[in-house]
């Protein structure tokens, strides 16, 4: 859009409300036939708003667009329909995938102007009226979707495959969907619906949960006097434990989920961010002033605050702008009246830069002399996670350390060892890539900040912004509807977040600034990579005498670069040494990612291990029973009696369903391609969140709301709660409305550290528990045999209201871990170095299983996670330059639908009878073995071990002996 | 992405007519918009080509067994579902079938598939002044260079982002060229070029000039092909190498080979050694791997690529097989 629209009569306002003017059915005729006539021949129109006609969804639009305006940002910005997803924004990821005639193609890639006559097709077009398409009905049905945010694409990808195929074959719909990336792991879901809408079933594994054993650990403890006694197991129970869809399901398949980025206010500005291309530089001067005179542009701000950690001795006179630390860090920010504006405007910001030496790797990193990321000792709260984030710590050049956890005397332990094994072990940055990129819509009034966040964390959010503005927590509010994946790097504002809220405070208006998807890559976290040495000592009869972990991790100009805790927690032994170092270079900074530090710490151990065990000549999996047989680790995350003993179970129910008894010596098999099979462990914590709230109202009506500002990252929160909730009152899951994802409710926790269940659904329960006992109290005893909504009409107040927050576990700490094993079947190709995963099992607990549905999404999403880690998942820097190469979605490679295996998923129910529900988080957990198990299916298939990630060609090929690689300082 | 003027039109010549500096011809757009909104260009005006009628046929130039004319508007998918492309240029589907995703080939025509430009990380990026923009330096060369060539990269370690080309270039495919001097047809191979001749160009087509047609000749009488496209995912990726076999045989015998590889160097590069080796000989398990052999050397691999001589090597001799079971 440029200067000359309000010219040409058309406000900049409309273009932002949505100008369509919808023509009746009746007269689409008519006007489709003058579409198809203005797209033959014709003169130059444009640059400016030229007239432009889409017929969408049966309705034809007259809108007035730049030429440049793509299809999916007239669908989504000019007529509203934001069920069409933007994520790569370059034909990458089908997220934006619309029908033209029937046909699916990317709309982020076909211009508004180049449609003429086709007929759009876009998800909420889909369904007639109410009625959904069966395909829709069948990813509620199957649970295929978590967070959502590509849910509108797999459906459109879908549905033109069952257009034109009805039954189709599971490859075909594999094909369909090739083009679709998910970041939850949603793809063994998604072919089920679509076999489902055929009419057909999978051929096997995908579909399948079972509850193989209950493990029973009741705790002793009191519990407080205002909590109800612990629930029976699953079987006694009416909801909990049994298959439920999503409640939002129907909203997530319609394209009316709404998303941060979704989000169109009143006078909503868009914002972009002017970035410095240079990893270290001084800037010298910045020059707003062409920025400032476009037109459309109403605010322009030069960024006040650093980025990184802090310094402990910081100088005396400060620069006048912050130092650049990375490739990516923003300087200036602008909003306008529209995106095509705003970039416009950061283009004309002129910056001039004084370039200072940089180091962007690992090794590079590390070495003496190395340019300084920090010219002094720093502290900074751990953003990534798993360790190395305390105060105080030494700092040597741009290594921070070590971390330190110690037990027992290690060298005794090794030296009196009869044997031992050890190795270096390599990880890659992974980026967290959710599909809906950071971003916020920031409205600052004169009353209070409110904020649309893509959040994680609504109550964390909302602190961050209170403290940066000296607000307080009265006049800032967050809200999270629906959220497209975070997976650890969306608990804070963000720079971006202050930047937003900065600029609507001076422009006077709500602004939208959602990063795009190569600074998602750049400036909003990543999992650090790692180099990390692993010794272990033992006795000959497999007893651990000694465990050793140094690590280094790339943390970016972060902190918190650690291994966790794997190497010294799951597994017993007396003396374990665990030293974890942070490196600093600049590059962005690390953040907490999906269990961190845990998957780097297991793909070293679990592989040791193994080897272990064929030094000694057991099988991997007696050795791991014999050393839970052994005394626990206690202490959070620890390997308490509970935990062994579910380990226990998993460990034979996975070798059973597996087949794990067929496994053969290493390197087997002759030919080209190599089969092979592993298993690998997994340790969480139960990490309990006591800052999670909720309230549960009761309506005279009989109907029933929950309520709490806890969001939802893809777990399905909302249909967890309600299931609680229904259990407890006696009612349907459909009869209690869930509100969640905005702070002016009770503060929910953050989903992180798999804590959001575990958090809050036991004060869910509580609450409704204690919703019943006033309804009694205020209606007569008599009320406990009548169903709730006649006790309910006795009522002499409109509502009773109780809340809850989550108490302390039952018997106080230590809080255990939890876990589960999984097994990875592997085909090597020798010749080409490439590996792919045919069929996983995994077998997990996590405290009582609410919704088996759910579990199960939760744990393919963990395992594609995993093998996106294992295999492709990469960064790339250029040492030359500093910057991030292939910060797209298509140099940066996500596992898609080829890439998923079968896998089945076996769940164990664990009652440990230590809060009032027992449900826990399974996230995380689901996600730390897989790297580790199909490393050492790697190793079973070609008898030679892999110590880096990802395992790709250049790897595998490196590590057969069939090239050498020049050796280079990588990472 | 900044505005442009827009034009539909009419016919090829009045697009021709139009095509100047700053001035870009538009097929199915998909190469073009991702060159646009990272900046790398941006044109005056944009020339739609796509309402002009009767560019995206598939047809066989006499009866069902002549040479294969496509038109320089079909898309690739439509390439891919053919059936008398399946059946008789089984390479060329499959190397369609292979290319980006679904939804990417509902919307890529074959003419801006050999046209687009390189998919090579710094070209792309704006924050790279490379020589193919007219800078001074490959970046590649001693930079991030896993996905680049192994062999021709001393100026420019692009390799031709086209793996659709591969098996064109295999078949001996030709394109009729036009512009406002007129008609030429050139051979697809030759219409590539390297670097070492201009590092800001892929191929020869002239300013004015559009791709009005591609040509198959039909496969001479016990022609065996086969491609196939090596990949880290099966899901959408690029190539790490990829190959086309096109054999004339004479029972096992080989009359003549034409192997090409892709992802290899800046152009489809032909395996000179490789052909020279099957030419007159059974093709066996040993003619393959002796094939293969041949097909890598001479590459001078950069520091992160020489992982590629490996895969090369296998995919060529798994290709070269298989184009000889599959001879018809």
């Known amino acids: ?971 | 992405m900044k505005s442009f003027e827009w034009t539909n039109a009419a016919s090829l010549d009045e697009a021709i007519a139009q095509l100047g500096t700053g001035v870009m011809v538009k097929a199915g757009g998909v190469d073009l918009l991702d060159r646009l909104k990272e900046g790398l260009e941006s044109p005056r005006r944009l020339v739609n080509l796509r309402g002009i009628g009767g560019l995206d046929n598939i047809r066989s130039s006499t009866g069902d067994d002549g040479d294969l004319v496509l038109g320089p508007l079909t898309t690739l998918a439509a390439i891919e579902a053919h059936a008398g492309v399946r059946k008789r240029f089984g390479a060329l589907a499959e190397a369609c079938a292979h290319a980006a995703t679904p939804q990417i080939r509902n919307m890529a025509t074959i003419g801006g598939n050999l046209v687009q430009r390189p998919r090579c990380w710094y070209f792309r990026s704006a924050d790279f002044n490379c020589r193919k923009k007219g800078g001074e330096v490959c970046f590649a060369l001693e930079g991030e260079n896993q996905y680049h060539a192994i062999v021709a990269n001393k100026v420019c370690a692009i390799v031709h982002p086209s793996s659709v080309s591969t098996a064109l270039v295999a078949y001996g495919a030709t394109v009729k060229l036009k512009g406002k001097a007129g008609e030429r047809v050139v051979p697809l191979e030759q219409f590539f070029v390297l670097p070492d001749k201009d590092p800001r160009r892929e191929n020869q087509l002239g300013a004015d000039e559009l791709i009005t047609e591609v040509r198959l000749p039909a496969p001479a009488k016990g022609t065996g092909a086969a491609y196939h496209k090596q990949t880290e995912k099966e899901s959408f990726d690029w190539p790490l190498a990829d190959v086309a076999v096109v054999l004339e045989l004479d029972g096992r015998t080989c009359k003549r080979a034409s192997i090409i590889l892709g992802a290899a160097a800046p152009v489809p590069w032909r395996a000179k050694s490789s052909e020279a080796i099957l030419g007159g000989r059974a093709v066996d398990e040993h003619a393959a791997e002796a094939a293969a052999n041949a097909a890598v050397q001479g590459a001078t691999p950069l520091a992160k690529n020489a992982y590629k001589l490996p895969i090369v090597r296998a995919i060529v001799r798994r290709t070269i097989l298989a184009a000889a079971g599959g001879a018809a």
């Open chain 1, 1 to 971: 859009m440029s200067e000359d629209d309000e010219t040409r009569g058309i406000t900049r306002r409309s273009f932002l409300t949505g100008t369509g003017i919808t023509v009746a059915a009746a007269g689409i005729l008519k006007t489709t036939e003058a579409l198809a006539e203005s797209v033959k021949g014709g003169a130059a129109v444009g640059p400016g708003a030229v007239p432009v006609s889409l017929k969408v969804n049966g309705s034809v639009h007259q809108l007035s667009l730049e030429p440049s305006t793509t299809l999916a940002d007239a669908l989504r910005f000019s007529i509203g329909l934001t069920g069409t997803k933007v994520v790569c924004d370059r034909g990458s990821c089908s997220a934006c995938t619309v029908h033209l005639d029937g046909t699916p193609v990317c709309s982020c890639m076909t211009l508004a102007v180049d449609v003429g006559a086709r007929a759009v097709t876009t998800i909420e077009g889909l369904a007639r009226g109410d009625k959904l398409t069966p395909i829709q009905e069948q990813f509620i049905a199957n649970d295929a979707m978590q967070c959502g945010f590509c849910t509108p694409g797999m459906v459109m990808s879908c549905a033109a495959l069952l257009a034109r195929n009805n039954k189709p074959s599971l490859d075909e719909v594999k094909t369909a969907v090739s083009g679709n990336l998910c970041r939850c792991g949603t793809y063994p879901k998604v072919f089920a619906a679509a076999m489902a809408a055929s009419g057909q079933k999978l051929p096997r594994g995908s579909d399948v949960v079972t509850h193989a054993a209950e493990l029973h650990f009741e705790s002793k403890a009191e519990r407080p006097a205002d909590e109800p006694p612990p629930w029976p197991v699953n079987s006694k129970l009416k909801i909990v434990g049994k298959s439920h869809p999503r409640l939002d399901g129907r909203l997530k398949v319609t394209g009316k989920a709404r998303y941060t980025a979704d989000v169109r206010l009143p006078g909503m500005l868009f914002a972009r961010r002017v970035v410095s291309p240079h990893p270290h530089a001084r800037v010298k001067s910045i020059d707003l002033s062409a920025a400032e005179r476009l037109p459309g542009v109403k605010a322009v701000m030069i960024v006040g605050r650093g980025e990184g950690a802090k310094l402990r001795n910081p100088p005396k006179v400060a620069d006048k702008f912050p130092l650049v630390l990375y490739a990516g860090q923003a300087v200036a920010a602008v909003a306008a009246t529209s995106q095509s504006i705003a970039d416009e405007a950061a283009r004309l910001v002129k910056v001039e830069y004084e370039r200072l030496p940089f180091v962007v790797e690992l090794d590079d990193a590390r070495r003496d002399g190395a340019p300084l990321v920090y010219p002094g000792a720093v502290d900074m709260g751990g953003s990534a996670g798993g360790g190395g984030a305390q105060k105080g710590l030494a700092q040597k050049g741009n290594v921070r350390g070590p971390s330190k956890r110690d037990k027992g005397d290690v060298d005794a332990g090794l030296k009196a060892a009869e044997l031992s094994v050890d190795g270096e072990f390599k990880t890659q940055v992974q980026t967290h890539s959710a599909l809906e990129t950071h971003g916020v819509v920031a409205d600052w009034r004169e009353d209070g900040l409110t904020v649309y966040a893509s959040s994680q964390g609504t109550t964390s959010v909302r602190d961050e912004f209170a403290t940066v503005f000296d607000l307080p927590k009265s006049k800032v509010r967050i809200i999270t509807e629906f959220m497209g994946g975070g997976f650890g790097a969306k608990f804070g504002a963000g720079s971006f977040g202050i930047l937003a809220a900065q600029l609507s405070k001076k422009a006077g208006a709500p602004v939208r600034l959602m990063l795009d998807r190569k600074e998602e890559h750049l400036c909003v976290g990543n999992r650090p990579s790692t180099v990390q040495t692993v010794k272990i000592g033992a006795k000959k009869d497999g007893s651990l005498t000694g465990i050793v972990v140094t690590s280094w991790g790339n943390s970016g100009i972060a902190t918190g670069g650690g291994v966790g805790w794997m190497g010294t927690s799951l597994y017993a032994c007396d003396n374990t040494r665990s030293e974890q170092y942070d490196v600093f270079t600049h590059t962005g900074a690390a953040a907490a990612f999906r269990a961190p530090g845990q998957p780097q710490g297991a793909f070293a151990l679990e592989q040791l291990m193994d080897e272990l065990a064929e030094k000694i000549g057991m099988d991997p999996l007696a050795l791991r029973d014999k050393l839970d047989a052994g005394p626990g680790v206690p202490g959070p995350g620890g390997n308490d009696e509970a935990t062994r003993a579910a380990r226990k179970a998993e460990r034979q129910i996975g070798a059973e369903r597996f087949g794990w008894s067929k496994r053969r010596p290493a390197g087997a098999d002759g030919g080209p391609k190599k089969r092979g099979i592993g298993m690998a462990q997994s340790m969480w914590g139960r990490f309990v969140d006591l800052d999670a709230s909720c309230e549960v109202r009761l309506h005279r009506d009989g109907s029933i709301e929950i309520m709490s500002s806890v969001q939802d990252i893809g777990t399905g929160t909302r249909t967890a709660l309600a299931m609680v909730v229904a259990e407890e009152l006696g009612v349907r899951v459909e009869d209690v409305a869930v509100k969640i994802g905005d702070t002016q409710y009770p503060a929910g926790p953050s989903s992180g550290g798999s804590k959001t269940l575990l958090g809050i659904t036991a004060p869910a329960r509580v609450a409704a528990w204690r919703i019943k006992e006033q309804l009694y109290k205020a209606v007569g005893e008599q009320a406990r045999s009548m169903p709730l909504k006649k006790a309910a009409a006795k009522m002499t107040t409109e509502h009773l209201s109780a809340q809850a927050s989550r108490s302390p576990d039952y018997g106080g700490d230590p809080h255990g871990g939890y876990g589960g094993v999984q097994f990875a079947e592997v085909v090597v190709d020798v010749e080409t170095g490439v590996v792919k995963v045919e069929r996983m099992v995994a077998v997990h607990d996590c405290g009582r299983v609410l919704n088996p549905l759910a579990v199960q999404s939760q744990i393919n999403g963990g395992i594609l996670h995993g093998i996106s880690y294992a295999l492709y998942e990469e960064r790339h820097m250029d040492r030359a330059t500093g910057r991030m190469v292939n910060a797209n979605l298509d140099q940066y490679k996500i596992a898609g639908a080829k890439e998923t295996p079968e896998i089945e998923v076996v769940l164990i129910d664990q009652y440990i009878g230590r809060n009032a529900t027992d449900i826990h988080g399974i996230g995380e957990p689901a996600n730390i073995p897989t790297a580790a198990a199909i490393a050492n299916a790697v190793y079973n298939a070609i008898g030679v071990r892999v110590r880096e990630l990802p395992m790709n060609p250049p790897a595998l090929l490196a590590a057969l002996g069939k090239v050498n690689r020049v050796k280079e300082a990588k990472r």
